[in-house]
């Protein structure tokens, strides 16, 4: 405690203590902001003492600057494949997460490039055969080719497909070799009741039978097992399963497996 600081009357005086020299103060922890000196003048006693010039790179005030916290896939630039069934909801999520994500991210489905053939189109209501196939995997090339592109120049791409698991000739090797070994495929693969409620609400050539709905539901099941990253949304909005597919892609990242 430092004393003959003070002030008080009769100090120095004849019959009194000498005044006790004053103690520099105690110097701050490194790292830590040294305290403003008080306002007014000092006292004449009292040893000035100036505080260190800041260090290169930091600031006046002796805050130490920390990096931003990681979250998610953050910026990387990534390619993935969202899978899951009819009414899965897979276009939506993948358009939201591509839309909100901090760097440029682009969103194909396979089904909007199948739709670009209007005369000839294969309706995949009126079964899959050869000619199907055909505009699938010409769609697929399509599909990589365009992804390949916007990686090439730094924007990250998100496809969406109905990939079966026990089916090759439309199965995750394909995507992969027209998209490259990077790619990142997620399951999302709510329950039965919901894509049958999903798929009621559709139109056009999106909306098929509540037979052929289960019957895909049920061979996406083949995914559990697989290893593939799977996101059950029945509870889930669009916002809320964005973020999940976002956590899962994170641990993807840093523990790749495909």
Known sequence: M??????????GQPGHHAAVPPQPPIPPAQ????????????????????PPPPGPGSEATGHIPLPPAASGTGGATLAVLLIGPAGAGKTTVAR???STRPVPTAHVS???????????????????????EAQYRLARRTCGFAA????????????????FPDRPVVGLGGWKRHVGPALLPVVLLPGLEIVLERNAARSGNRRLSDEEVARIHGRMAGWYGSGLPIIDNSDLDVEATSRALDEALARSLSTPAF
Do not use: K, Y
Request: charged share 10%.
């Open 110 to 132: 396979l089904d909007d490039v199948r739709e670009w053939v209007c005369s000839g189109f294969a309706d995949p209501q009126a079964g899959w055969n050869d000619h199907s």
């Open 96 to 98: 939201h997460w591509a």
């Open 31 to 50: 790292g830590w902001p040294v305290p403003a000196p008080p306002a007014g003048p000092p006292h004449p006693h009292a040893a000035v003492h100036a």
């Open 2 to 11: 430092q004393q003959g600081v003070g002030g008080g009357a009769g100090w």
């Open 148 to 163: 390949r592109n916007f990686l090439a120049n730094g924007i990250s791409c998100i496809l969406d497909d109905a990939v």
